[in-house]
């Protein structure tokens, strides 16, 4: 398993952007493919984007596409969100994962063996 570390997250007005940053404890971040899912209060984790080994492909929740743009560079062990045209709705908790390759939905927490704490994403009117 490896450790992951959010960060850059924070609170915008609708229209703005972030860029969400996953960091990897080390180099056998390479080996896993990743994934960031979102949280608010009373409503279960969500799906937002996944990205292969290498990232050769990459998928992303309807309600995001076109608006969020997922992207990895592993010679620093990381990987990211960047969050464009943002909405209201877009407010949660934003969570990284890794998990090993396999056939498993990407759709699915629990394909995913490492998860970061979390990074709060509040998108005002």
């Known amino acids: 398993q490896v450790q992951l570390v959010e960060s850059g997250g924070g609170s915008v007005q609708a229209g703005g952007s972030l860029r969400l940053s996953c960091a990897a404890s080390?180099?056998?971040?390479?080996?896993?493919?990743a994934g960031w899912f979102r949280q608010v209060s009373g409503k279960e984790r969500e799906f937002v984007a996944y990205?292969?080994?290498?990232?050769?492909?990459?998928r992303l929740a309807d309600s995001v596409k076109g608006r969020f743009t997922i992207s990895r560079d592993d010679a620093k062990n990381t990987v990211y969100l960047q969050m464009n045209s943002l909405k209201v709705e877009d407010t949660a908790v934003y969570y990284c994962?890794?998990?090993?390759?396999?056939?498993?939905?990407?759709?699915?927490?629990?394909?995913?063996?490492?998860w970061g704490q979390g990074t709060q994403v509040t998108v005002s009117s």
């Open positions: 994962a890794a998990g090993i390759p396999s056939t498993v939905s990407y759709q699915l927490t629990s394909r995913y063996n490492s």
């Open positions: 080390d180099r056998t971040f390479s080996t896993y493919v």
């Open positions: 990205i292969t080994t290498g990232g050769l492909l990459d």
